[in-house]
Structure formats: C-alpha cells, structure tokens
C-alpha cells in the first residue's frame, strides 16, 4: 500500500472515531433520556476524546522524535483499536456507569487519535522531495480526515435507517444500543489495517539521517536545548499565528462536528427522528467534503497564508450570518 495512503488513513480512523460520536450523542440521549444522558454527562463522554487527543499529540509528538515516527505510529494504531474495543463493550451495571466506562475509553481512544496528527504529518512532510511536493501531501494526508467525518455520518445513517428507524420514543432500548456499538465496533477495522502495513513500513528518511547526526554529536542535551531555544527565539512569531489560528479554529470546528446532529435535533424539523436528524448531519458533512479537494487544487498556486486567511475569513462571516438570523 502507498506510504501515503497509510499515513492518511490513520487521519480517516482519527476523524470516524472522534466524529461518529456526533450520531452516538444523539442515539444516547433517546436511549438512556436527558434523566440519565444529562447535558454535564454528555459533555465528558463527547470531550473525553478531545482530552485525550491533546495527551496523544504532546506525548506522541516528542516520543516520535525520540523513538521514531515507525514504532510510535503502531503504538497510536494500536490504541486505536483497544479504544474502539472498550468503546464497543463499554459496561458498567448500570446507565450512568456505562456511561462513565465509555469516558474512560473515550480518553484512551482519544490518546492514539491524537498521536496521529504530529506523527502522520511529520511523516509525509519529511517523504517530500520539496515544499510543492511537501504542500500537497500534507494536504491529501489531512483530507482523509474530511472522508472519515463523511463516512462516520453516512454509516451512522444507515444503521438507524435499519436499526432505528422510529419516531421518537419508539425505538427499543436493545436496538439503540446496537446502534452505536456498532458504530464505535467499526472504528476497530481500519486501525488494524494500517497497523499491519505500519509494522512492514519503513522509517523516514529524514528521520534516519537524523538519527546519523545526532549520533555524531557528544552533547546531545545541551545541543536539543540550543535547537529549542533557537527555535523559540527566531520563529516564535511563526509559531503563534500557525498554532494560535489553529487553536481558535478547532473551537468551532470540533465543537461543531462533534454536535451537529445534537444542533440539527433542536433546529431542524419539529420532534424530528434519529432517521431525520442523521439524515441532515450526513448532508451537513457532504457539504465540507470538497473544501479539502479544493485546497489541495490551490494550495501552490494561492499558497498557504493567503488561502488560510480566506477560509478564515469566510468561516466567519457565515457563523456570522447563522447567529443574526437564527430566530429562535
């Protein structure tokens, strides 16, 4: 299997395991009622992921540069799938303890989703021959993470097309439950797929050489703190504006995707069914899908900077848009 292609699946596992929770909120809340699925659980069953992932990029974004991105790509596959596991067995006796246990493994699942982003990225990047090359497959690698979302919202659809296709109320506990175990079960499959041709995968180049010059420095402490410093002193500007958009980027972006149908629920049709609200949530994330296609088109010719600022901007305007003419 391409090298590409492998490091960009583990981007499709990332954004199916985190997104499908975005139908799984809205199956749990008619499953178990707001009684039980109350608004303060479903925020730490919906962050649990989110927590992880921030421990998962820190972790596995040093881990890599110690270890390698090879191993340290199997270990986040690997949590991949144990996360998906207990997501999928996720039990406690009871409601609100089987909610508590799926937290848990949320966080686990989130750790390996996490460590995906610097080591995928990083990974791609450093198999590039130059910045042009560099620029489109980091950005085919990312737009994987754009079919996994789409995929998650389909899949979603079709198992409560089959499963749970009811009005609201009318849906049987053992049947909703199937649902989204399902759901989070699939997950576990295309994490053992790149797992496997990870393990026969080869270490990057750039990481390899170096390995070489590191080896061939004696002060190998005091050199990776003068790097440190180095980098802090001279790209720090660079820094902020990448890392500190990209911040505020995915509070609207993962706060929306991970609750869409949950918004669709409440905006959409009056009393609308789960069939009716992942319908629309399906549309919703069809609808992002050729953004990434489009930048991947664009990205040498408009460059990063200026096709950053335009997303931005457009970003806000229709949030704008969307909070001035919502009428309640």
């Given at each position: 299997?391409?090298?590409?292609?492998?490091?960009?699946?583990?981007?499709?596992?990332?954004?199916?395991?985190?997104?499908?929770?975005?139908?799984?909120?809205?199956?749990?809340?008619?499953?178990?009622?707001?009684?039980?699925?109350?608004?303060?659980?479903?925020?730490?069953?919906?962050?649990?992921?989110?927590?992880?992932?921030?421990?998962?990029?820190?972790?596995?974004?040093?881990?890599?540069?110690?270890?390698?991105?090879?191993?340290?790509?199997?270990?986040?596959?690997?949590?991949?799938?144990?996360?998906?596991?207990?997501?999928?067995?996720?039990?406690?006796?009871?409601?609100?303890?089987?909610?508590?246990f799926l937290v848990v493994a949320r966080i686990i699942l989130g750790i390996?989703?996490?460590?995906?982003?610097?080591?995928?990225?990083?990974?791609?990047?450093?198999?590039?021959?130059?910045?042009?090359?560099?620029?489109?497959?980091?950005?085919?690698?990312?737009?994987?993470?754009?079919?996994?979302?789409?995929?998650?919202?389909?899949?979603?659809?079709?198992?409560?097309?089959?499963?749970?296709?009811?009005?609201?109320?009318?849906?049987?506990?053992?049947?909703?439950?199937?649902?989204?175990?399902?759901?989070?079960?699939?997950?576990?499959?295309?994490?053992?797929?790149?797992?496997?041709?990870?393990?026969?995968?080869?270490?990057?180049?750039?990481?390899?050489?170096?390995?070489?010059?590191?080896?061939?420095?004696?002060?190998?402490?005091?050199?990776?703190?003068?790097?440190?410093?180095?980098?802090?002193?001279?790209?720090?500007?660079?820094?902020?504006?990448?890392?500190?958009?990209?911040?505020?980027?995915?509070?609207?972006?993962?706060?929306?995707?991970?609750?869409?149908?949950?918004?669709?629920?409440?905006?959409?049709?009056?009393?609308?069914?789960?069939?009716?609200?992942?319908?629309?949530?399906?549309?919703?994330?069809?609808?992002?899908?050729?953004?990434?296609?489009?930048?991947?088109?664009?990205?040498?010719?408009?460059?990063?900077?200026?096709?950053?600022?335009?997303?931005?901007?457009?970003?806000?305007?229709?949030?704008?848009?969307?909070?001035?003419?919502?009428?309640?």
């Amino acid at each position: 299997m391409n090298k590409y292609l492998v490091r960009g699946l583990g981007f499709f596992n990332d954004a199916y395991d985190l997104f499908v929770m975005n139908i799984v909120n809205v199956v749990l809340t008619e499953q178990y009622g707001k009684h039980v699925y109350t608004s303060y659980v479903k925020s730490w069953v919906s962050a649990a992921a989110i927590i992880g992932a921030v421990i998962g990029q820190l972790l596995f974004g040093f881990l890599g540069d110690v270890f390698g991105r090879k191993v340290n790509m199997i270990a986040t596959c690997v949590l991949l799938i144990v996360g998906s596991i207990l997501c999928t067995v996720a039990y406690g006796g009871s409601g609100s303890s089987t909610l508590w246990f799926l937290v848990v493994a949320r966080i686990i699942l989130g750790i390996g989703i996490g460590g995906e982003y610097p080591l995928a990225a990083s990974s791609s990047a450093e198999d590039s021959t130059n910045s042009a090359e560099r620029n489109t497959r980091v950005a085919t690698t990312f737009s994987l993470q754009g079919v996994g979302q789409v995929v998650a919202a389909i899949l979603g659809n079709l198992l409560v097309e089959a499963l749970a296709d009811g009005k609201p109320g009318e849906n049987s506990d053992s049947r909703l439950e199937t649902v989204w175990r399902l759901l989070f079960a699939i997950g576990c499959i295309p994490a053992a797929v790149i797992c496997y041709y990870r393990i026969t995968a080869e270490e990057t180049e750039a990481f390899r050489a170096m390995q070489e010059r590191s080896a061939a420095v004696t002060q190998v402490g005091a050199a990776k703190k003068a790097r440190l410093s180095f980098i802090i002193r001279h790209y720090w500007v660079s820094l902020l504006g990448t890392a500190g958009t990209w911040f505020l980027f995915d509070i609207i972006y993962y706060a929306q995707n991970l609750f869409s149908a949950s918004i669709l629920s409440v905006i959409g049709v009056k009393n609308s069914s789960l069939q009716q609200v992942t319908t629309m949530n399906a549309f919703v994330a069809l609808l992002a899908l050729p953004g990434y296609y489009v930048a991947i088109y664009f990205i040498n010719s408009l460059g990063r900077k200026k096709m950053a600022l335009q997303g931005f901007f457009f970003m806000g305007v229709l949030c704008l848009i969307m909070a001035i003419f919502w009428d309640d």
